[in-house]
């Protein structure tokens, strides 16, 4: 079982996300489990303050090390620290497999301009990135990243298989998807998808993979074609 433990200031952010869909579903059958800590609890003073002005001067507010550091003290135990931010490491397939091998992990979520830097260099683990965008809250990076982890979970998908085949699998991206009906507003699906012939069906998948790559994103087609060459020494 993977467990997965939450430290933020909207608790109720998480409750429809972690019910909803394949999360539910995996909750429901014990594949994972979710801890909401409510950073709130250690504020400080009459009104539980978690954040103050940064020194140095600034426009925004950064949330205290003081409540974080009891929130993850007393909840961390052996768990991975994981604090979602712009500044940190960028986010791809190849570290969510490298998390996966954690069984446990504790996730900070950032408000307003961040967090303490003693928190970070107390605690955390990885510092990740989910992209280069600013995001309103690390609630919704936390998201992400755990639903990225909880797909490699055997028996997270009915389809164990589809993980294969998705986008930045060995650097590639998803092959176009075709459905019913078989022609629409003059737009056709391609006859080699209804040939039944699964290799050239195969093939075909391949090639606009690597179409779509090379012309979307040739910073990935690059990976692709250096780990295709170092195979085929």
């Not at 400080?44 to 303050?49: A, D, S, V």
Request: charge should be negative; glycine fraction near 8%; aromatic fraction near 12%.
């Amino acid at each position: 079982m993977k467990i997965f433990k939450i430290i933020t200031l909207f608790p109720e952010f998480f409750e429809s996300p972690l019910q909803t869909g394949l999360m539910g579903k995996a909750v429901e059958k014990g594949l994972c489990r979710f801890e909401i800590i409510n950073l709130r609890q250690w504020g400080e003073g009459q009104y539980r303050q978690c954040d103050d002005y940064p020194y140095g001067g600034g426009s925004g507010m950064v949330l205290m090390p003081g409540p974080l550091f009891k929130a993850i003290e007393l909840h961390k135990g052996d768990s991975t620290v994981i604090y979602p931010s712009p500044s940190g490491e960028l986010l791809t397939q190849e570290l969510v497999k490298k998390l996966f091998l954690y069984d446990s992990y504790c996730f900070i979520c950032g408000q307003y301009e961040g967090i303490d830097q003693r928190v970070i260099d107390r605690f955390v683990d990885y510092e990740i990135s989910v992209g280069d965008y600013v995001l309103s809250g690390g609630e919704y990076a936390t998201l992400t990243i755990i639903d990225a982890l909880c797909r490699y979970i055997p028996g997270f998908m009915s389809n164990p298989q589809s993980l294969l085949e998705e986008s930045f699998e060995n650097y590639l991206l998803e092959y176009p998807q075709y459905t019913r009906p078989r022609e629409i507003d003059g737009m056709a699906v391609p006859d080699i998808l209804i040939s039944g012939n699964h290799e050239k069906i195969r093939q075909w998948r391949l090639e606009k993979s690597i179409e779509k790559t090379k012309a979307v994103r040739p910073d990935l087609y690059r990976l692709y074609k250096a780990k295709k060459d170092e195979v085929e020494q």
